[in-house]
C-alpha cells in the first residue's frame, strides 16, 4: 500500500500566509499521516521561483520520508517563468510532463499543468473577443507563451496523448495531475448576482479560463484513467464521476477583505480539511 496526499490553490502570498509557518506545519502533518507522495496541482506563488524554492525546501525538510511533486497553476507563471523554462525545467519535483510510479502498485501518476481554450464559455466561437477582455482584464494576459491560447492547449493534448499512451505501453493504470478544470460540469453554479448584460459578459469571459473538455474527452478515452486531480476552482467542487473517470478538486482557495472562499477559520485548518489522502 502507498499512501498519497493532493493539494492546490495554496495561495500563500494572496492569503497572507507565513511560507515558513506554512511548511513547517504542513511537513509534519503529512508526516503525521504517514502519508508517503505528495502531489501538488499549482497555485502556490504568484511568482514561479517563489513556487519552487518552497517545493525544494519541502522536499529537503521531508528527505526520504515523504515524496514531493508539483506542477504549475496561473498564478505561479505570472513571475519568472518564461515558457521554455516552465515546459523544459529539470526539477526531480516539477512533474509537468512527467511521471512517477507508485512502487510496489501499478500506479502512474502523470503531470500536466494543462491550460484552457475558451470552451466553456458562450464567447468560445469569437476567441478574438476573449483574446481582447483578457489582455484588458485578466491577470494570465501576463503569462509567457508563443502562441494564443488554443495553440497552447493544442500543445497540452499533444502532451497528454504521447503520456497516456506510453502508460498504456507500460501497462500502468494512471491517475493525472492537472491545474485547469477538465470538464465544464465542474464549474460552480450561476451565480445569482449574475444579472445585466455586463455581469453576464464577465461571467462567460471568465469561464474561457477555467479549461477544456478536450482534455477530460482524451482522459476518458484512454481507458486506464481512474482519477483526475485538478484545482483552479476554489469552493466546494463534488467529485465527478464520468466515462469511468473521478474528477477531485482539492483547492484550498483565498480568503482576503475582498473574498472569503474558506470553510475553515485559518490556512492550517483550512489546507488540512481540504487535503486528499488516498491509500493505493
Do not use: C
Not at 490553490?9 to 507522495?37: F, I, S
Amino acid at each position: 500500500m502507498v499512501r498519497i496526499a493532493i493539494s492546490s490553490d495554496n495561495h500563500l502570498d494572496v492569503n497572507q500566509v507565513d511560507p515558513r509557518a506554512a511548511l513547517e506545519m504542513q511537513a509534519q502533518y503529512l508526516l503525521g499521516r504517514g502519508v508517503q507522495y505528495y502531489f501538488y496541482a499549482g497555485d502556490l506563488f504568484n511568482d514561479f521561483t517563489q513556487t519552487r524554492q518552497y517545493m525544494a525546501a519541502l522536499r529537503e525538510q521531508l528527505a526520504d520520508r515523504v515524496q514531493v511533486y508539483y506542477i504549475a497553476g496561473n498564478h505561479d507563471l505570472l513571475q519568472h517563468a518564461p515558457y521554455t523554462l516552465t515546459e523544459n525545467l529539470a526539477d526531480p519535483g516539477y512533474l509537468h510532463r512527467h511521471y512517477v510510479d507508485l512502487p510496489g502498485t501499478n500506479w502512474r501518476v502523470i503531470g500536466n499543468n494543462g491550460w484552457y481554450d475558451y470552451g466553456f464559455s458562450a464567447y468560445r466561437d469569437d476567441p478574438a473577443a476573449v483574446r481582447q477582455w483578457k489582455r484588458v482584464y485578466w491577470l494570465d494576459s501576463e503569462i509567457d507563451q508563443p502562441g494564443d491560447d488554443q495553440e497552447r492547449m493544442d500543445t497540452v493534448l499533444h502532451q497528454v496523448v504521447t503520456q497516456l499512451t506510453a502508460a498504456r505501453d507500460a501497462g500502468k493504470r494512471v491517475l493525472f495531475l492537472t491545474h485547469f478544470s477538465p470538464r465544464h460540469e465542474l464549474l460552480a453554479p450561476r451565480p445569482a448576482a449574475v444579472r445585466t448584460p455586463r455581469q453576464e459578459r464577465f461571467y462567460q469571459m471568465i469561464n474561457a479560463m477555467m479549461g477544456s473538455d478536450r482534455l477530460a474527452e482524451l482522459l476518458e478515452a484512454a481507458g486506464n484513467v481512474k482519477d483526475v486531480f485538478y484545482g483552479h476552482l476554489h469552493g466546494i467542487h463534488p467529485p465527478l464521476k464520468h466515462n469511468g473517470v473521478t474528477y477531485l478538486n482539492q483547492a484550498v482557495g483565498v480568503r482576503n477583505k475582498r473574498i472569503n472562499e474558506w470553510q475553515r477559520a485559518n490556512f492550517a485548518a483550512q489546507w488540512q480539511a481540504r487535503l486528499r489522502i488516498l491509500d493505493l
